[in-house]
Structures are given as structure tokens and as C-alpha cells.
């Protein structure tokens, strides 16, 4: 199984990310990523993309860009399987698993990260790596997919993920979402927009990037 980084926002992915290659790789490595931007085709923030792929190019990495609502499966396939990390970006939660199950890129991806593939998911991608994500719906439109019907996640962990706990828009959301999964018992993990998930095996570590508490990106 792969390493998997879990985070609200895309700056501290980066960061954690960074600091669990080896040294050697930290710049201009040429590891390849697969991101994956098709939770925010309908939103306002497909408007990050160019900054996010600028980002990672800036840190050394050869981004592939694979919108999966458009994608042929052996597009997918290809670009998946001859990637080094799978990065999948924020947005509507309920559309990017949609896109995801309809284009057969979820059960890809699964195989990949058991392969030992890197998977990063940042906000919406943190959710869809979780066992469902039924419990996201105070905090994103379900009508962004009104034919998904099977919300089960990708299962990478066994823990849902609440992302954006201390964010000024969706905060609010998120704490009450939090909230009710306690309440209700369920495993879950609530980050704050500055906060990065590491897991490895049944090894998971919290990292806080204090100087990205204000980030928006």
C-alpha cells in the first residue's frame, strides 16, 4: 500500500509531500503526477488549476493532467499507471466520485496506491478516499451529481475526513459535520486548512504547517 497525504488545502499537500520523499528528490526530481482537477469543473475553483500545476512544476515534479469527465479508460489507465503520485484536487465532492465510478479511474486508482503509489487528496480528494461520502453533504451541493447513487468511497482509509474545520467560508459546515459524526460514532479526522493527514499501513501522522494557517490556496 502506498503512502496517502490527506489535506484541505493544496500548499500544505505540497509540503507534506515534499518532506516524505527522500532528500535527493526534493527538487527537480521529474517523479511524475497524475492530478486529477475534475471536482472543480463546475465551481469556482477551476480557476486554482493553472496555479496548482504551476505550483508542483515550480517544485521539480512533471505534471500530467487527466480530467477524468473527459478522459477515454485507456487514457486513464495509461497516465495512472505510468505516474509516480496521484494527486486529486478539491471541488464537489459527489461530482468527482461520480466522475470517478462512471470512467472507471476509482477502481484504477485503488489498484494503483495497493501497488505503492502515492495518493494525495486535498479537500474533496481527502473525502473520496474515505470508506463514503454521504456525510458531506451539509457542506457540498449533492445535485452537482444527481445520478450517483453508490456513495462509497475509495476506501484508502477506514476513517472519514472533514476538511476545512477553521476555514472562514465552509467552517461553520465543517465543525458541524464534525460534530455530528462524534456524536454518531463514526471514525473520522477534522483538519483545518493548514493541517496534512500522513498515513502509511496503520500508521497516521497530523502535520501542521503553522506558516500556511492563512493560506488560501
Known amino acids: 500500500m502506498g503512502r496517502i497525504l490527506l489535506a484541505s488545502s493544496a500548499m500544505p499537500a505540497l509540503r507534506s509531500l515534499l518532506n516524505t520523499l527522500p532528500s535527493q528528490h526534493v527538487l527537480h526530481s521529474?517523479?511524475?503526477?497524475?492530478?486529477?482537477?475534475?471536482?472543480?469543473?463546475?465551481?469556482?475553483?477551476?480557476?486554482?488549476?493553472?496555479?496548482?500545476?504551476?505550483?508542483?512544476?515550480?517544485?521539480?515534479?512533471?505534471?500530467?493532467?487527466?480530467?477524468?469527465?473527459?478522459?477515454?479508460?485507456?487514457?486513464?489507465?495509461?497516465?495512472?499507471?505510468?505516474?509516480?503520485?496521484?494527486?486529486?484536487?478539491?471541488?464537489?465532492?459527489?461530482?468527482?466520485?461520480?466522475?470517478?465510478?462512471?470512467?472507471?479511474?476509482?477502481?484504477?486508482?485503488?489498484?494503483?496506491?495497493?501497488?505503492?503509489?502515492?495518493?494525495?487528496?486535498?479537500?474533496?480528494?481527502?473525502?473520496?478516499?474515505?470508506?463514503?461520502?454521504?456525510?458531506?453533504?451539509?457542506?457540498?451541493?449533492r445535485s452537482a451529481a444527481p445520478s450517483l447513487k453508490d456513495v462509497a468511497g475509495l476506501n484508502l482509509v477506514d476513517f472519514r475526513v472533514v476538511p476545512h474545520l477553521d476555514n472562514p467560508v465552509m467552517g461553520r459546515a465543517a465543525r458541524a459535520i464534525a460534530a455530528a459524526e462524534r456524536e454518531e460514532g463514526h471514525l473520522i479526522h477534522a483538519l483545518g486548512d493548514a493541517w496534512t493527514l500522513v498515513v502509511k499501513g496503520k500508521n497516521v501522522r497530523t502535520h501542521f504547517h503553522h506558516s500556511l494557517r492563512h493560506h488560501s490556496l
Open 30 to 141: 521529474g517523479l511524475r503526477i497524475a492530478y486529477i482537477p475534475t471536482a472543480d469543473k463546475r465551481g469556482i475553483s477551476r480557476y486554482a488549476r493553472p496555479l496548482i500545476r504551476r505550483m508542483l512544476r515550480f517544485a521539480g515534479f512533471r505534471v500530467h493532467m487527466l480530467e477524468v469527465a473527459g478522459a477515454s479508460y485507456e487514457e486513464i489507465r495509461y497516465i495512472l499507471s505510468t505516474c509516480d503520485i496521484i494527486w486529486v484536487g478539491g471541488g464537489n465532492t459527489f461530482f468527482l466520485l461520480h466522475e470517478l465510478k462512471r470512467s472507471g479511474a476509482a477502481d484504477l486508482i485503488v489498484e494503483q496506491v495497493a501497488a505503492g503509489k502515492t495518493y494525495v487528496g486535498v479537500s474533496a480528494g481527502a473525502v473520496v478516499a474515505g470508506p463514503d461520502i454521504d456525510y458531506i453533504g451539509k457542506m457540498d451541493e
